[in-house]
């Protein structure tokens, strides 16, 4: 939360365009505008407090597709995640199970060895339980002499996302020994925007961005393959992004999921917290973003999205760090 913002977020500077209603994967399936972020903004602009509009922030996929579209320049994600860490202050059961996480924590000197590496990768919660394709990764970069790190922050990231207090003690460990990596392949979307903040001389790029950026992986893209970016992190650098992703698209020939305005359709699977009810379906938004195409093969950043595609896809279902092996 930026200093010039205001107490309700942001929202004072919300017109009611709504602009943010035709990406917001929330709209598409519910219909519902107060889960949206116009019906959040207006319903702030007139007095409700974060308490008033738990069930619209609880919602928010986080997805970030609202903010290149809106004409404010409302920081759109910032103000769920400030309306969450609210609501937590107050209702601290609400984030009971990121709590424990970050309770537990980790072995306080597991990422003491990470100056040995000139690039380290941050792995998610999901990939680091895919032990297989986690080294599928490593190898991806073992060019850059790449490293694991032990502390991967997976329970910060948790917590961010769901608007829980991480302890000072417990940020300032999991930093201090990346302070001195120059190079991050990061995961999670939401960790990243908060490292970018925490380590702005460090270089930090999203897993997606970095394996997509490789000449063997680039090479072994098809025409007839479909590039599922990750959401999170291509959002909160759009403006940088969506060159980097053009110039993949036109030289592989790949479709991916951009729509006209070039923003990512998200599955919504990414979601570390988010109470069951209306939930978005990632599968339903898969079939959605497969519809009306033909397809060889779908080639996901998110290892999330391989068993979402798996459901609703008759081809192949790769991560895009497995087109290294691919023959």
Same mark, same amino acid.
């Given at each position: 939360m930026t200093a010039e913002r205001n107490s309700i977020y942001g929202a004072e500077a919300c017109s009611g365009c709504s602009l943010c209603l035709?990406?917001?994967?929330?709209?598409? /399936?519910?219909?519902?505008?107060?889960?949206?972020p116009h019906g959040r903004a207006k319903a702030l602009q007139h007095g409700a407090t974060a308490f008033d509009v738990a069930d619209s922030i609880d919602t928010c996929t986080l997805?970030?597709?609202? &903010?290149?579209?809106?004409? &404010?320049?409302?920081?759109? =994600?910032?103000? =769920?995640?400030?309306?969450? %860490? *609210?609501?937590?202050?107050?209702?601290?059961?609400?984030v009971g199970n990121a709590v424990v996480q970050?309770?537990?924590?980790?072995?306080?000197?597991?990422?003491?060895?990470?100056? $040995?590496?000139p690039t380290v990768l941050l792995a998610d919660s999901a990939l680091s339980e895919q032990p297989q394709l986690l080294q599928t990764v490593l190898a991806l970069f073992s060019h850059e002499q790449a490293g694991l790190a032990a +502390? /991967?922050?997976?329970?910060?990231?948790?917590?961010?996302?769901?608007?829980?207090s991480v302890p000072e003690e417990r940020l300032n460990r999991f930093l201090a020994p990346l302070r001195t990596v120059r190079r991050m392949i990061v995961c999670d979307g939401v960790l990243l925007r908060a490292?970018? *903040?925490?380590?702005?001389?460090?270089?930090? +790029? /999203?897993?997606?961005?970095?394996?997509?950026?490789?000449?063997?992986?680039?090479?072994?893209? %098809?025409?007839?393959?479909?590039?599922?970016? &990750?959401? %999170?992190a291509y959002h909160a650098d759009r403006e940088r992004l969506v060159a980097h992703y053009d110039q993949?698209? =036109? /030289?592989?020939?790949?479709?991916?999921?951009?729509?006209?305005?070039?923003? $990512?359709?998200?599955?919504?699977?990414s979601?570390?917290?988010?109470?069951?009810?209306?939930?978005?379906?990632?599968?339903?938004? $898969?079939?959605?973003?497969? &519809?009306?195409?033909?397809?060889? %093969?779908?080639?996901?950043? *998110?290892?999330?999205?391989?068993?979402?595609?798996?459901? =609703?896809a008759p081809y192949p279902v790769l991560h895009v760090a497995q087109l290294g092996d691919a023959r």
């Open positions: 035709l990406v917001c994967p929330v709209w598409r /399936s519910t219909f519902d505008i107060r889960l949206t997805c970030g597709a609202c &903010e290149p579209v809106c004409p &404010e320049e409302i920081a759109l =994600v910032d103000m =769920v995640l400030a309306l969450r %860490r *609210d609501l937590a202050s107050t209702m601290p059961d609400r970050l309770q537990q924590g980790v072995d306080s000197n597991s990422t003491t060895a990470l100056s $040995a590496y +502390d /991967s922050g997976a329970d910060i990231a948790l917590a961010l996302e769901a608007g829980a490292l970018r *903040d925490w380590l702005p001389r460090t270089r930090i +790029d /999203s897993l997606g961005e970095a394996a997509s950026s490789l000449a063997g992986v680039r090479a072994r893209l %098809r025409p007839d393959d479909f590039y599922v970016i &990750e959401s %999170r993949l698209r =036109v /030289s592989s020939g790949c479709m991916m999921n951009l729509d006209l305005q070039r923003l $990512a359709i998200p599955t919504t699977a979601h570390q917290w988010m109470p069951e009810k209306r939930r978005v379906d990632p599968a339903d938004q $898969a079939r959605w973003i497969l &519809e009306g195409r033909v397809v060889a %093969r779908v080639v996901v950043e *998110d290892c999330r999205d391989i068993a979402v595609f798996q459901r =609703v």
